[in-house]
């Protein structure tokens, strides 16, 4: 099985409606990350946590909301989609101290498309 | 201006060519300069990290960074069709105990195709 998964993997949705994104893991980190991908601009930071209740904005969180409801799972929410909201949504997780990386372990992502 | 800066490409070998993969940074605080590789329809995994300045070598993949320049790069030697992926780079900074901050920068993305 998988050590981070997300769900779903894909959603077409409508202007207006409220979409959850979900991400749980088994790798027992600490921190865990909402990224988007857009062609042309890599990923982009949308919300981080570094535990439970610790919750951080990134570099584009204007119209996203995330919540860390356990260490596994952190979902973020859509709370009126727009279409410039479609990309490709990943999750990550990391173990934080003491790794000296901390290196981010990705989720197969969830493509989204708001029509 | 985006912190880290990274050719899109499309960046297209033959098999067996010399690949360069190039970004700048503009944040002289990053100390851990990582490379995502991502296949299609995957999610990114960590290739390789380096830490401050300096080269390392993992079998045909070598990364080097040049903190003077804000310039790192990685090579692909003996390049294979199974290198055909979009590599990122990404930065973090460094907390006060020496170890990656964890939260990362990323560059746009190279899409690399190895061609038989």
């Known amino acids: 099985d998988a050590d981070v998964t997300q769900t779903p993997r894909n959603r077409i949705t409508k202007t207006g409606k409220r979409i959850m994104l979900e991400c749980s893991q088994t790798?027992?980190?600490?921190?865990m990350y909402w990224y988007r991908q857009d062609p042309g601009l890599g990923l982009r930071l949308i919300y981080y946590s570094f535990d439970v209740k610790d919750i951080n904005k990134g570099e584009i969180s204007d119209g996203y909301s995330v919540s860390r409801q356990a260490q596994a799972k952190f979902s973020l929410s859509l709370e009126s989609a727009i279409p410039n909201q479609t990309a490709l949504y990943f999750c990550a997780t990391s173990a934080g101290a003491p790794t000296i990386t901390d290196t981010q372990y990705f989720g197969p992502g969830t493509r989204l498309t708001v029509l | 201006q985006k912190e880290v800066e990274q050719d899109p490409g499309p960046l297209s070998v033959p098999e067996g060519a010399i690949v360069s993969l190039n970004c700048t940074y503009s944040?002289?605080?990053?100390?851990?300069f990582m490379w995502y590789r991502q296949y299609s329809r995957k999610g990114p995994e960590l290739l390789m990290y380096?830490?401050?300045?300096g080269n390392k070598e993992d079998g045909r993949f070598t990364a080097q960074v040049d903190k003077s320049s804000k310039y790192i790069s990685l090579f692909i030697r003996d390049s294979q069709p199974s290198d055909s992926a979009t590599y990122l780079c990404a930065m973090s900074l460094s907390n006060a105990g020496g170890t990656s901050y964890g939260k990362l920068t990323f560059g746009q993305g190279t899409i690399l195709t190895v061609h038989p």
């Open positions: 790798k027992g980190h600490d921190r």
């Open positions: 380096t830490y401050s300045s």
């Open positions: 944040n002289s605080a990053f100390q851990y």
